[in-house]
């Protein structure tokens, strides 16, 4: 099973960036999905999560600014992010808890975005 993200990149500040992460691989199943992100210097942080049945949570930080939303059929979960802001630059990972013969915790290999300002 692989978790691949892409649609990082170099945006200035208040732009938008849409960001994509497709699971693939022999599993049975996804549950929630999510992103992540580290910034440099930090640990990594939740940024936004969702359901199977598509209810979804996000860090303070990104309310109202940063919509989840999945694929089911795609196997895609994506990320649009509104009036981006410096302190958002930090390299993304996606997250999907995924069904294999067991329940695993599987990781993206992370995708940069750079906010200038």
């Known amino acids: 099973v692989q978790l691949q993200a892409s649609g990082g990149g170099l945006v200035q500040a208040g732009g938008s960036l849409r960001l994509s992460c497709v699971a693939s691989?022999?599993?049975?199943?996804?549950?929630?999905m999510g992103w992540y992100r580290q910034r440099p210097g930090n640990q990594r942080d939740f940024v936004a999560s969702i359901t199977t049945g598509g209810r979804t949570n996000y860090a303070d930080s990104v309310k109202g600014r940063f919509t989840i939303s999945r694929d089911n059929a795609k196997n895609t979960v994506y990320l649009q992010m509104n009036s981006l802001k410096p302190e958002d630059t930090a390299v993304y990972y996606c997250n999907a808890l995924i069904v294999t013969q067991y329940l695993g915790n599987y990781w993206g290999q992370g995708t940069l975005v750079t906010v200038s300002s």
């Open positions: 691989g022999s599993f049975f199943s996804i549950n929630d």
